[in-house]
Nanobody, 114 residues
Framework: QVQLVASGGGLWQPGGSLRLSCAAS????????MAWYRQPPGKERKMVAA???????NYADSVKGRFTISRENAENTMYLQMTSLKPEDTAIYYC????????WGQGTQVTVSS
């Protein structure tokens, strides 16, 4: 019943910043946890940030201090604010939502290159 639409990807230079968004088709209170995953070229998909409906957050060590996850309950949308971008941040970023099961968005490409 949950559909996710991710957006905000693109081509950016190192040191830049951008914000990804993920809109859910249901009220945020119906989702226990939302998360951002990323999959670099030739590598496995891994979680980079997660947030519960109560606001608790978790981050991968590689993005701590640079990325911030948040959610806007009124718009049923979560965000990933990305700063101090590095080439190793290049990946397809996926939105994930969980309630009684997991739902995945289509992914959005982020490329960081000089």
């Amino acid at each position: 019943q949950v559909q996710l639409v991710a957006s905000g990807g693109g081509l950016w230079q190192p040191g830049g910043s951008l914000r990804l968004s993920c809109a859910a088709s249901v009220s945020f209170f119906s989702i226990s946890t939302m998360a951002w995953y990323r999959q670099p070229p030739g590598k496995e998909r891994k979680m980079v940030a997660a947030i519960t409906r109560h606001g608790s957050t978790n981050y991968a060590d590689s993005v701590k201090g640079r990325f911030t996850i948040s959610r806007e309950n009124a718009e049923n949308t979560m965000y990933l604010q990305m700063t101090s971008l590095k080439p190793e941040d290049t990946a397809i970023y996926y939105c994930k939502a969980s309630n009684y099961r997991d739902y995945w968005g289509q992914g959005t490409q982020v490329t960081v290159s000089s």
